[in-house]
Nanobody, 116 residues
Framework: QVRVVESGGGSVQPGGSLRLSCAASGIIGSIDNMDWYRQAPGLERELVARFTTIGNSAYYANSGKGRFTISRDSSKNTVYLQMNSLKPEDTAVYYC?????????WGQGTQVTVSS
């Protein structure tokens, strides 16, 4: 059974930091990408950051460049998103997606609220 579980969300003040975690289990085959998406109320889900396992490379959407860092612990099939200098516009549900050559698997999401 495939499980993708996010954790680490919460409420912070502007300028604060959070570290999100995403643990994947039961994945058959090799993982190509581990992504973080987010969806704010009334908006479409958008890609925030991507970790590509081939080459261990990272991609960031403009919204997170310079503030977010994605990393992976391959031994645990876990990906992290360190978010610094958080802004109110970062408020959203953050989702992890694990992409293999066969399928993509989503987690349930974790709420991040940035507010004073």
């Amino acid at each position: 059974q495939v499980r993708v579980v996010e954790s680490g969300g919460g409420s912070v003040q502007p300028g604060g930091s959070l570290r999100l975690s995403c643990a994947a289990s039961g994945i058959i085959g090799s993982i190509d990408n581990m992504d973080w998406y987010r969806q704010a109320p009334g908006l479409e889900r958008e890609l925030v950051a991507r970790f590509t396992t081939i080459g261990n490379s990272a991609y960031y959407a403009n919204s997170g460049k310079g503030r977010f860092t994605i990393s992976r612990d391959s031994s645990k099939n876990t990906v992290y998103l360190q978010m610094n200098s958080l802004k109110p516009e970062d408020t959203a549900v953050y989702y992890c997606k694990v992409q293999t050559r066969i399928a993509g698997y989503w987690g349930q999401g974790t709420q991040v609220t940035v507010s004073s």
